[in-house]
Each structure stands twice: as structure tokens, then as C-alpha cells.
């Protein structure tokens, strides 16, 4: 039997990761190691950062000495959970919902160890037990152990039907079919808990119901907080759409980006949540924030662990490197490592301006480089640059000019780009096609 390492409810309470609770979880965990899981919905082939609170929470009960499990919902998928949601969700065929299910598993073995033991992790599809599963059997054996009545308590469902919009037969059976899970899980893995989010209560304690009348069992729920920033808004969304984890989708930049502007208070509670920091260590940071909180430390180690977390050691290196480079001093080698992606975010909105290889070999001078071009330059004449570079204003990839000879083994970034800075905050990105 593995031992029971931490307290895990006092864990989450401290990092303010429970919401709900069912009488006796506690004990539960306390008495012996607890199979417990968490359900991931395969509407992409990415989790986001949405998904990191249930990540942390599986990891949490793994460190604590429990057995997690990751169930990816392959048949609910192909439902859709109706739960405070204003319509019914689009639905997504097999090889769609396959393709989606490789993409997370890969994210998810980041967090979980899956060889450790007794209590290493596993990834289950519920597909494989709804996929021979029919309807008629589904009526029998599920159907009639919950009446509608129970069902239409639900304040999710209760929440439909007040909109107005209506709520199908298809999304009215969810909380049967997640119901099944817990009992199948329970009665095949000695599954005896649920997590979630808050507003998948309802949802979670069918199961337990469903294990209670139909096998006479005892199973428990706890669900975290749906987690928002200080201003109410919703949790994980950028300009340009959700945060996610695979690299490809959001850049390990843009991922460490997001974390380092987050506000203060937000900051303050992300770093328990989605870090594996322990309390000692938060509460000195915290304290040191608030006494000179220019200097953004909670954010700064924040992104730090949660970018290291999610895409290793070298892309956090790299995206701490572009991060300095607007700012930064002695850059140059920094600015020559970066990847044209990250090149292109990190001067997102600078000027820019595109020359031809022909041009940039005809020129004698600084000063021609940074006054001619297709679009925006830096200088509006060649005079005006010949002062600025004569006062020893002007830096070329991030290294002060010497001289105003343009010279002919001039490095472009990435075979292609010459960044070009006007004092300490004007820059002009030139392409040369």
C-alpha cells in the first residue's frame, strides 16, 4: 500500500483550489490511498491553461501518494456537457475526437508520472466502455436507478430550461452517461473520488449517486474554483484567444508573456494554484513583492515555473532571452538566438520596413539603410540619420553603431531581418527579400 504523504485536502485549501466538498473526502484520503480522477473534454487537440487547474490537481493527489486517473471523454465528447453553457455545443466526430485525445495525452504525461508504482497515473478513454455499450443496456442499467426528477434539479439544467433556449435529449442524458463513468471507474478501478470544476458538481455527484443505489458503494466529489482574474473576466484569454499549451498553437514566448503581465492580485493567486512552489516559499515571495513590486517578482517566477513546467528548460531560456531584448543591454547574442517566430512576436508593432538584397549590397552607409525602404523608416531624410549616428544614437541588432560605414558582412537575423533602433524604445524591423 503507498503511503500517504500529505494532507491533500489542507493542500488545496491553503493554495485556494477547493470549492465543494462531499462529507467524508477527507477521512478518505487520510484513511488510505484513494483512486481519484478527472475528466478532459476533447473539443481540441491541446489542453489550455483552463485546463491546468485539474492538471495540478491530479499532480497534487499523485505527490500526496494517491493513484490518478486522467479520463479523456471520447464518447461525451461526442455528446457535449450542457453545464452553464447558453447553447448546445457543435459535435465532433471519431477521428476528430481521436486526433484531439493524442494531442492532450502528450501534455498531460508532463505532469503525471505514469511508472512510479502503485500509484502511477493512467489515461483512460471513455469510449472504451460506451463503444459497445447499447442504448437499450444503457436504459437498464443507468436509466433506471435516477429519475428525471433528480435530473432536472440540476442547476445546470434548471439553468437551461429557465433561458429559454431549451436543452435537448442528447445533453440532458450527460449527467447520466459521466454518472457511468464514476460507476465503471469505481466498480473496475476502485475509483472512489471525483474532482472537477465547481460547475461540475451536479454532474460529479450523480455518479456518487448512481455507485450508492447501484452498488451499494461509497464514492466522493470535491471540485475546485473556476478560476477568473481579479476584474471578474475570464481566466486564460488573450486579444488573440485562449493560451494553450501546445507550443505550435500559443509560442512558448506568448505562453511566458501571459503569465509575467498579470496584475498583482492575480498574481498572487496563480502562483499558488499553478505552481508547485511550497507555502513557505510563496509567502516570502509575496512578501518581497509588496515591497517593491516594480519589479514584478511574483510575476517574473511565475512565469518562470509555469513555462519551465510546461515547455521545458530551453524554451523558458529562450523566452526570458526575448523577453530582455526590447529593454535589455548587451543583447546581441541574446537577439541572434531566437527563432523567426519568436523574432516576429517579440517586435510585434514596430515599424517595419523591406529592402531588396540588390539595395542593401549597393549601400555605402548607415544612414542609406535607415532612410530607405517600402513602407515606414526611421529617419525621414539621410541628413537626420547622419546626426543621429554621429551622436551615437543608433544600434544595429542590438549593438551600437561604430562609424557610419555600412558594413558589407552585415549579420541578418535569421538569414532575412536587420533590427534597426533609434534611441532606447524606436525600432524598425527590416526584411530584406
Partial sequence: MAD???????????????????????????????????????TADSLHIGHM???????????????????????????????FKEAERQLLDDEAIQKNIAGMKGQLEKFLDFDCGENSAEILNNYDW?????????????????????????????KRLASGTGISFTEFTYQLLQGWDFYHLYKTKNCRLQFGGSDQWGNIVTGTELIR????????????????????????????????????????????QFWLNVGDTDAERYIKIFTFLDKEVIDQLITEHAEAPHVRLLQKRLAEEVT???????????????????????????????????????????????????????????????????????????GEAKR????????????????????????????KYILAQKGKKNYCLIKVV
Fill in 213 to 256: 443505489r447501484k452498488a451499494q458503494g461509497t464514492a466522493f466529489a470535491a471540485t475546485c474554483p473556476l478560476i477568473t482574474k481579479a476584474d471578474g473576466t475570464k481566466f486564460g484569454k488573450t486579444e488573440s484567444g485562449a493560451v494553450w499549451l501546445d507550443p505550435e498553437k500559443t509560442s512558448p514566448y506568448e505562453f511566458y
Fill in 53 to 83: 487547474v485539474s492538471v495540478m490537481l491530479l499532480r497534487h493527489l499523485q505527490k500526496a501518494g494517491h493513484r490518478p486517473l486522467a479520463i479523456v471523454g471520447g464518447a461525451t465528447g461526442m455528446i457535449g456537457d450542457p453545464s
Fill in 130 to 158: 460506451f463503444q459497445d455499450f447499447s442504448f437499450i443496456d444503457f436504459a437498464r442499467e443507468a436509466g433506471k436507478h435516477l429519475t428525471v426528477n433528480y435530473m432536472m434539479g440540476k442547476e445546470s439544467v434548471k
Fill in 4 to 42: 500517504i504523504k500529505t494532507n491533500l485536502i489542507e493542500e488545496l485549501q491553503w493554495r485556494g483550489m477547493l470549492h465543494d466538498i462531499m462529507p467524508g473526502t477527507e477521512d478518505q484520503l487520510n484513511k488510505e490511498m484513494t483512486t481519484a480522477y478527472v475528466g478532459f473534454d476533447p
Fill in 308 to 382: 519551465r513546467a510546461v515547455h521545458g528548460q530551453e524554451e523558458l531560456d529562450i523566452a526570458i532571452a526575448a523577453s530582455n531584448i526590447l529593454f535589455g543591454k548587451n543583447v546581441t547574442d541574446q537577439l541572434k538566438t531566437l527563432n523567426e517566430r519568436t523574432l516576429l512576436q517579440v517586435f510585434d508593432g514596430v515599424m517595419q520596413s523591406e529592402i531588396t538584397k540588390a539595395d542593401l549590397e549597393g549601400m555605402a552607409e548607415i544612414a542609406d539603410l535607415l532612410s530607405t525602404g517600402t513602407q515606414n523608416q526611421l529617419f525621414a531624410s539621410k
Fill in 388 to 415: 543621429m549616428i554621429k551622436g551615437g544614437g543608433i544600434s544595429i541588432n542590438k549593438a551600437k553603431l561604430q562609424g557610419s560605414e555600412l558594413p558589407k558582412d552585415i549579420e541578418l537575423l535569421q538569414g
